[in-house]
RNA sequence: GGGAGCAUAGCUCAGUUGGUUCAGAGCGUCUGCCUUACAAGCAGAGGGUCGGGGGUUCGACUCCCUCUGCUCCCACCA
């Protein structure tokens, strides 16, 4: 194989995943290993990769390899969202830019235009996790409308109205008059707002409507509302306004009469005291209207514009109607004054606009048992939150979640199977032929052409949160009594669940309820919740700002294997990531690096003859055993999620310690073959090493392994097993280091006196060296004789201390004599102040006495070193003073 | 308003029940090298009073209090 000094990954990527794909290593049976499931968090279906899916299915594709090669059955399925508002809304636009309204189509023409736009769009995300390497199981891709998923979405509400939990009725809900559609609490998002504090004058009335010359005044931030006031209200406790008792006050601009009422709701201390109360356009108004029996005016539309009811301003769109209320105010004398007011507005989460607590008739999901048992799988442990931070805000959640609101003004979705009598009463039933049976039950006459069934469709939510058990098995959902099937029982529960922390509520509390409910188990092990992907200035990555790389052009330019090492290597759980290019730059290097040391071992004969250099031998010996250290160092990391961790012990283990230092060892001399016995021993660290690289960078390692040795056919690194981490002796470890101390500080020497690697040196050493190691230094430091000798009088060198032993490199005519003995006397002045350090601590008796034995013994270590150091110097300062 | 979290090298972050010569890593920076795997590289070096203050302890980056600055979540004060 022609192996060129630069890696290029781009067809070396396709064809290995398209060879991958061909052999189906990725698609999973039941069998009789232990399983290893993961779902993906589906992306929108229209959706288009961006980073921050580059860093959940990276994670998600690392734990699935890992597992794979660890020899369990992995599983990762595949899918996507049918995302109702987003789709549709998209859609809509679509079809407006063709000149289509969507008023103007019937429900069916709508939902095909829509259904050719999915099948148009898709499939593109999935192709792009394709190009990322992401190791899903294809065949059992799913999308959340594909039929027999819709169907268990449809038998879920069938089950849950039946048991009681399912509701129907007005209540004060999140309307979005952008969306056209009811959102849930959880779809609110509540910013700060600059807004304005109309502060009004309420005239009294003298009884007929007509405005005395007393008034009062009101603060509120929505003027374009008080023709829907219901009331005005004050605290009782208010003794300011007792006078009011009883009378009425005109609504300004209309003159109409409300009374006034009193309740503790309001604040004495906040505006004026007084409080209009609108129950049709506030959540809390509603609740004191509900309290004293007050008529509910709606003045305002689907699409936020005033109504008839309204009187004036009639179409004016909320906010217009805002501004021309101000003047119409001003003009009638009714304007106090107006001023800035900052103060929580509630947006939609999907079109960003502003919220209109609306009465309307809508669907919901009673929460409070759910809640109860989904807090308790994560409170004893049974869901594990990675990092644990999130279990107080998964608690707080819990414990004040209100009624789940689950229908949908929209077409795009599952639509609700409740089927409405002439008579306005209503059944629910899966099918419509079992719905004209129920319906039948109530009034025998009843034809199928008199049913009506509901408009609105279910929250995306309420199909997603089924997703761990639909995805295997359709029927499940909605009927906890059944038996699972052989697929749902072999991978349920999934092991690990990867997504970010914004969806904890929306889906992961969710999916819990559900495998609560219909599996009696929970539908995960561990949840580990990414951050959020930011760029260098930390700032969110999004369309309008232009700073979010595409990941396929990153892919392009760096090899997907690079794109994922960049991520992985700045990802640690439950943290932002600030994403910088340049991470992904390292990650492309580490492909060239492997990819090099690969060429220079490819490069060597092997000679037969030849037989071991000892430099070579103590190489080898000393990286078997830090092979087995930095596995299970690796091991433990994987075990706690710490990924990054992981991958950067990996990185250094190839980078350092086998290119810098294992390779530089038994590399033969130029045109020399190699020993058979070290060629051996490097193949062999060489595949453990990809191994431990493949589920980071799947692609190179693949490469390489094939090109390592021969293969059989259809034999991959994917399915190879992971070495284990064995037995290692740490003295082997230690050792090695310290010739590699020695190493270093003759490079230093060398550095500093400006002296060629070429040119060789001689080494003395005074005190306990690992003698065996020697063959390293002199390899590696270019020493051409070591001597061991007693005292380094008369010698004229450089001295240095690796731990307690003294070593000194002699230069004749090089030394700057002064220079040295001032280097020594720091040496010794700061080893005098450590000593009297420690002794501080071992002379202080409660010291002595409370220390854990192990403490005080490394204290007597370090005070018995440093009195050896101390004595090393001190000879040689007197050496070189002679 | 309630809750959670963060502050350690120029940058991004580790530091796992308070105790290994513990103040670390990666990147960046500086110096010297095109050394026959790799300049996407090699070798070497510098860099932090662990946000400020106080306390507990024989001992604090680690525990407690407080101040400052930032972030996030939740929330119906018009």
Redesign the pocket.
């Known amino acids: 194989m022609e192996l060129p000094?630069?890696?290029?990954p781009a067809e070396v990527e396709d064809k290995w995943y398209a060879w991958w794909l061909k052999n189906k290593f990725f698609h999973s049976e039941p069998d009789g290993r232990e399983p290893y499931t993961v779902v993906i968090p589906p992306p929108n279906v229209t959706g288009i990769l961006h980073m921050g899916h580059v860093l959940n299915n990276t994670l998600n594709d690392v734990l699935v390899r890992k597992a794979r090669m660890d020899g369990k059955n992995a599983c990762w399925v595949p899918g996507t969202d049918h995302a109702s508002i987003a789709t549709e809304s998209k859609v809509v636009a679509k079809l407006k830019a063709e000149g289509i309204s969507k008023e103007d189509i019937t429900r069916e023409e709508f939902l095909r235009h829509a259904w050719e736009w999915k099948e148009k769009h898709g499939g593109i995300i999935l192709s792009q996790l394709r190009k990322l390497g992401a190791s899903c199981d294809w065949d059992r891709t799913k999308f959340t409308m594909d039929p027999d998923l819709s169907e268990a979405v449809i038998n879920t509400f069938v089950y849950f109205y039946k048991k009681g939990y399912i509701y129907r009725g007005i209540r004060m809900v999140n309307w979005d008059p952008v969306g056209l559609t009811a959102v849930s609490?959880?779809e609110?998002?509540?910013r700060?707002t600059v807004s304005k504090f109309y502060h009004l004058r309420y005239f009294i009335s003298d009884g007929n409507g007509n405005p005395t010359d007393k008034y009062i005044i009101?603060?509120?931030?929505?003027p374009e509302t008080i023709m829907a006031d219901a009331a005005v209200c004050i605290n009782p406790e208010d003794e300011r306004y007792h006078w009011l008792k009883g009378k009425k006050i005109l609504i300004p601009l209309i003159n109409k009469e409300i009374p006034i009422i009193e309740d503790s709701?309001?604040?004495?201390?906040?505006?004026?005291?007084?409080?209009?109360v609108t129950p049709a356009h506030?959540?809390?108004d509603y609740?004191i209207g509900l309290r004293h029996n007050l008529p509910v005016l709606d003045i305002i539309d689907d699409h936020g514009r005033l109504n008839e009811k309204a009187q004036i301003l009639v179409g004016e769109d909320r906010f217009e109607a805002r501004k021309k209320i101000e003047v119409m105010l001003q003009e009638a004398g009714n304007l106090e004054k107006v001023e800035d007011y900052t103060?929580?507005v509630g947006y939609s989460e999907r079109t960003n606009a502003v919220i209109e607590p609306r009465l309307s008739m809508q669907w919901f999901l009673k929460m409070e048992d759910l809640a109860k048992e989904a807090l308790e799988s994560v409170e004893s442990g049974k869901v594990k939150l990675i990092p644990d931070?999130y279990r107080?805000?998964y608690r707080?959640?819990m414990e004040?979640v209100?009624d789940w609101c689950i229908s949908r003004q929209l077409w795009w979705g599952q639509r609700i199977p409740a089927y409405y009598l002439p008579d306005g009463r209503f059944v629910v039933e899966a099918t419509a032929e079992e719905a004209l049976k129920a319906a039948q039950a109530l009034d025998p006459k009843i034809t199928a052409a008199d049913l009506k069934q509901d408009e609105d469709v279910l929250d995306t939510w309420f199909s997603s949160w089924l997703w761990p058990i639909s995805v295997f098995d359709t029927h499940k959902a909605g009927h906890p009594e059944a038996q699972p099937n052989k697929d749902l029982a072999y991978y349920y529960p999934t092991n690990d669940l990867v997504t970010g922390?914004?969806i904890l509520?929306f889906w992961v509390a969710r999916m819990i309820m559900a495998g609560d409910e219909f599996m009696h188990d929970v539908p995960f092990r561990n949840v580990y919740l990414t951050g959020i992907v930011r760029d260098?200035l930390?700032r969110k990555m999004s369309k309008t700002l232009g700073n979010s790389p595409d990941p396929l052009d990153l892919i392009a330019k760096y090899g997907a294997d690079g794109v994922r090492l960049g991520m992985m290597?700045?990802t640690?759980a439950g943290?932002?990531?600030?994403f910088d290019e340049?991470q992904v730059?390292?990650g492309?290097?580490f492909?060239?690096?492997v990819w090099?040391?690969f060429?220079?071992m490819k490069?060597w004969t092997v000679d037969e003859k030849a037989s071991q250099p000892e430099a070579a031998a103590v190489a080898v010996r000393w990286f078997e055993n830090k092979l087995d250290m930095t596995l299970e160092a690796v091991e433990?990391h994987y075990s706690?999620f710490?990924i990054?961790?992981a991958i950067?012990t990996v990185?250094?283990l190839f980078?350092?310690d086998f290119?810098?230092w294992y390779?530089?060892l038994v590399?033969p001399a130029?045109?020399a073959g190699i020993d058979a016995a070290t060629y051996k021993a490097t193949e062999r660290f060489f595949d453990a090493l990809l191994k431990m690289i493949h589920p980071f960078m799947p692609f190179i390692t693949e490469e390489l392994w094939q090109n390592l040795a021969p293969r059989k056919e259809g034999e991959t690194i994917m399915l190879q097993r992971m070495p284990l981490a064995g037995e290692y002796d740490r003295s082997v470890i230690t050792d090695f280091d310290m010739a590699c101390e020695a190493?270093?500080?003759v490079?230093?020497i060398?550095?500093?006196k400006?002296l060629s690697?070429k040119e060789a040196l001689t080494l003395l050493v005074k005190g306990a060296f690992p003698m065996d190691t020697l063959p390293v230094v002199r390899k590696l430091a270019n020493i051409s004789s070591v001597s061991k000798v007693d005292s380094f009088e008369g010698v004229s060198g450089v001295s240095f201390m690796v731990r307690t032993v003294e070593m000194s490199v002699p230069l004749e005519g090089l030394v700057n004599a002064e220079e040295e003995l001032a280097k020594l006397e720091a040496a010794l002045d700061y080893?005098e102040k450590?000593l009297a350090s420690v002794r501080k601590?071992l002379s202080?008796e409660?010291?002595v006495a409370?220390?854990?034995e192990?403490?005080v013994a490394?204290?007597r270590?370090?005070e018995a070193?440093?009195l050896s150091?101390i004595e090393s110097l001190k000879a040689a300062i007197a050496a070189l003073k002679k």
């Open positions: 000094a630069k890696y290029s609490d959880e609110v998002i509540h700060d009101i603060a509120t931030t929505r709701y309001v604040e004495m201390g906040f505006g004026t005291g007084c409080l209009k506030d959540v809390n609740e103060s929580p931070k107080n805000t707080h959640w004040n209100r922390p914004d509520f260098k930390g290597l700045c640690s943290n932002d990531i600030l340049s730059e390292q492309r290097n492909c060239n690096k090099n040391a060429r220079l490069g433990d706690k710490r990054s961790d950067m990185y250094k980078w350092d290119c810098a390779l530089e590399k130029y045109g190493v270093v500080a490079r230093s060398r550095q500093q400006g690697p080893q450590f601590k202080n409660r010291f409370n220390a854990p192990q403490v490394v204290e270590k370090k070193d440093s150091k």
